[in-house]
Each structure stands twice: as C-alpha cells, then as structure tokens.
C-alpha cells in the first residue's frame, strides 16, 4: 500500500517496538513490546497521538482536552506528549479527588494538568462534557483540540494501522496467524482489523473487553473500523469475521483485578522480568494465557501495551499475593 495514503503524524514514539520471543512455564510465545514506545508515553496510546496531536499542532491548539479513568494511561501520555509540543491539557476522568496521588494521576498533577473528575454517570456522556467546556474556553479566546477515550477516532486509529505495517515488516506473521491485545475503548483494535485486510494477511484480532461488554466493544470497534474507512477512502470491504472478542476476563471490574490474575501477573514477572498492569495488559494476559498459551505452540502474538504506572495504584494488592 502507498505510504501517501497514510495521514500526517508527527513522530512521537520509540518505534519499531521490538519482537520478543519468551518462556513462561517452559512454553514459548511472542510479545510485541509496545511498553518501549517512550518513558514518560509508554504504551499503546502514543502510537494514536502521533496523527492526533499532529491534527491539534495543524489547527495551532492551545490545549488538549481527553478523558479516562483516574488512572488513564491515554490520560498521561497524552499529558507529556502535549506538554512536549507546547499545548496545556485539561483531563476529564472518572474517579474522585485522592488525598493520595498514585501512579497515572501523580505524574498527571506534577505536568499540573487542569482536572474535572466525572461520576461514572457523567463520564457516560464525557464528549458532550468536553464539548461545553470547549465551548467555554473558545469564548474566552482559548484553542481547543478534543481527543476522545483512548484516542480512539478514525483518525486516532492509524497508530495500529502503522503498527500492523511494523509487525509486518518484522515478518512476524511467518509465526503468527493471530493478535490479541487487551481493548478498552477499541481504537487498537480498529486499526489492527484495518491493517490484516489492507495487507491481505488473514490475522485474527482478539480483543480482550476490559471495560465495555461483548456488544459493546464489538460495536464500538467495527463502527471505527468503518468511519476510518469511510473518512479516508481505504481501498477494503471490513470483514467482521476476523475479529474475536474474549469475554469474561473483566468480570471483577475495570477498576480492579482479581487475586488469581495478580499471581499469575507475579509469576510472569519472576520468570521473564516483564511486569503487566491491573487494568489492561494484565487480564488480557489472563485470556492469553488461558486461550494460548496452555496449548502445545501459541500461534498468537500477545501485544504488551504497557501501563506500567497503573500499578502503583495497586501495589498493595501486588505486594500481598
């Protein structure tokens, strides 16, 4: 495919991310290290902020606003990408004010984002909130710039279009016929499912729902794959069939996690020094590990998207397993 396809971004990640080949319990998988994307902006989201802030330089805002859960890591890294290219971010999250600042939400206030926290009610309707205080702040003289949940938009998207073009590229597909990655509001996904038709490789996308119901997220996750389609004339019919959502491995709630997969997440970590998060990587490894990896040979690539930070939110319960 013609690069010139492709919309403008500005370079923001480490990439390539690199390809690991590990050992857990004397079985051997795959893991693309999407984690290594940055420090400050580690993980899946800054793959999306590349063509999202590209969009918010172009139309010279003086501010970013997104939303997230208290300890959103699209919250944060788009905090330290934004602040890197000169806009201030203004952050709508569901979640209370702490008396403790832990993890995502510290390193939040120390880039002294402005903060709204939203009931669960309200974050329901979080773009609608964020188009008010838009309105709000344009009336006073302010450029605004609205990144929507998990910077997933049918712009957003193209990070993990691009990824899938990287992965390609690293000929990994010669090993794997399948992708799984944790999914919380859907844009890696999208762009994954995009990315398999448009280079012609039949690659099952497995999205782990952490946040939203099977319905949901399907839904949420083919309506983007549609809409980058549709906005941007990309040259394929969507075939559903190639998405696979894995259900079940959220029932304890987004904003927690059970004993079960804490030890497993710990024994991962002694085994091959790769820590996952509570929210994101940490169930979806769950599901990887239950649906893959107990079988002979994975043929299924395990995505880390990082999120690190989140696990300072929880360290308690890290500590006590």
Not at 125 to 131: D, G, K, S, T
Request: proline share 2%; hydrophobic share 40%; with cysteine.
């Amino acid at each position: 495919m013609s690069s010139r396809v492709f919309p403008k971004r500005i370079l923001l990640a480490n990439l390539p991310t690199p390809i690991q080949k590990i050992t857990f319990e004397n079985k051997s998988f795959y893991i693309k290290r999407d984690d290594f994307t940055g420090t400050e902006t580690s993980g899946n989201k800054i793959r999306k902020l590349e063509y999202l802030l590209y969009q918010a330089k172009k139309e010279k805002a003086e501010y970013v606003f997104t939303c997230g859960g208290e300890q959103s890591n699209h919250a944060r890294a788009t905090a330290f990408a934004a602040a890197s290219l000169g806009m201030k971010t203004r952050l709508f999250l569901w979640g209370n004010e702490k008396s403790k600042n832990e993890g995502n939400l510290f390193l939040d206030k120390i880039l002294g984002c402005e903060i709204e926290y939203l009931s669960k009610k309200e974050f329901d309707n979080a773009n609608m909130v964020m188009l008010k205080a838009q309105k709000k702040f344009e009336r006073k003289g302010k450029r605004v710039y609205i990144i929507p949940e998990g910077g997933s938009s049918a712009l957003g998207i193209w990070g993990y279009i691009q990824a899938f073009a990287e992965m390609k590229q690293q000929q990994i597909f010669q090993h794997c016929n399948s992708i799984l990655t944790a999914s919380g509001s859907g844009g890696t996904s999208a762009g994954l499912l995009i990315g398999a038709q448009l280079y012609g490789l039949d690659i099952t996308i497995k999205a782990v729902n952490v946040l939203y119901s099977e319905k949901v997220i399907r839904d949420k996750i083919v309506t983007l794959a549609h809409d980058a389609i549709n906005r941007f004339k990309i040259p394929i019919a969507l075939n559903e069939e190639l998405l696979q959502i894995v259900d079940g491995y959220s029932e304890e709630g987004y904003k927690s996690i059970s004993d079960d997969k804490i030890k497993l997440i710990k024994k991962l970590a002694i085994e091959t020094g790769i820590v996952l998060d509570p929210t994101y990587t940490g169930k979806a490894f769950a599901a990887f590990y239950d649906q893959s990896l107990k079988s002979k040979k994975s043929k299924t690539l395990f995505i880390h998207t990082g999120g690190l930070f989140g696990i300072f939110s929880q360290k308690r319960k890290y500590l006590l397993n």
